[in-house]
């Protein structure tokens, strides 16, 4: 059954640093989301993205973050100066249309040191 | 802003029950509620999607109901066995571009041998 495939597993980072989060969504599918959960929080949707531009972000996809997909199956998230904050599971999932269910990939543990 | 809401927190129950999962949402001009289930330290499994239009899904076990004029959705689990432990989370999205996801803070469920 295809799925969402997320690298790393866990990132361990310093303050001040960026990262990159990468995902591999469905290859049908259409529609792109990053989403993250801060340890004993809600999941909280950041950015979604559709035809190589962002549908939809939330106030916390601020101007340190951003989202491209550089090639035909790579999604990537990116944190240009990461704070302590930031640490938290970060979640991609995909649906092949918009407002369709989505999957969510097994996600990325960030740690900001 | 939508708020999305889950009771009980957390449930314990014995292997055999039924039981039932209770989500309730602030505004209900939602396009769908979709069901997940969190195991620890892993992503978000996708159990069940109800468009607006419908009022209730079946998936083995498992059945879904929505009232959205009373913005609130139940998950039936029937005949309950410790592989169900974990933690469900429902969430909401709008008829909008974006397909943005509104999270509840999840039911933690033990289900006891």
């Known amino acids: 059954e295809p799925e969402v495939t997320q690298t790393p597993s866990h990132q361990v980072t310093q303050m001040g640093q960026e990262v990159i989060l990468r995902c591999v969504p469905i290859?049908?599918?259409?529609?792109f989301y990053w989403y993250r959960q801060i340890l004993g929080q809600k999941v909280e949707f950041l950015v979604s993205?559709?035809?190589?531009?962002?549908?939809?972000k939330s106030e916390i996809f601020d101007d340190q973050f951003s989202v491209e997909r550089p090639d035909g199956s790579n999604f990537t998230l990116k944190i240009r100066s990461t704070k302590l904050e930031d640490s938290a599971m970060y979640f991609c999932?995909?649906?092949?249309?918009?407002?369709?269910?989505?999957?969510f990939g097994p996600g990325t543990r960030l740690t900001v040191t | 802003k939508q708020e999305v809401t889950q009771i009980p927190a957390a449930l314990s129950v014995p292997e055999g029950e039924n039981l039932v999962l209770n989500c309730s949402f602030t505004d209900s001009a939602i396009y769908n509620l979709q069901w997940f289930r969190q195991d620890p330290g892993k992503g978000l499994t996708s159990l069940l999607l109800i468009q607006s239009s419908q009022r209730e899904q079946t998936s083995g076990r498992l059945n879904a109901s929505l009232d959205k004029s009373s913005g609130r959705s139940t998950l039936y689990i029937a005949a309950s066995q410790p592989g169900d432990s974990a933690t469900y989370l429902c969430?909401?999205?709008?008829?909008?571009?974006?397909?943005?996801?509104?999270f509840g803070g999840g039911t933690r469920l033990m289900v006891k041998p």
């Open positions: 999932a995909s649906s092949e249309q918009g407002l369709n269910e989505q999957y």
């Open positions: 290859s049908n599918h259409l529609y």
């Open positions: 969430a909401v999205s709008r008829n909008n571009a974006g397909n943005m996801l509104t």
């Open positions: 993205f559709y035809n190589n531009e962002i549908s939809e």
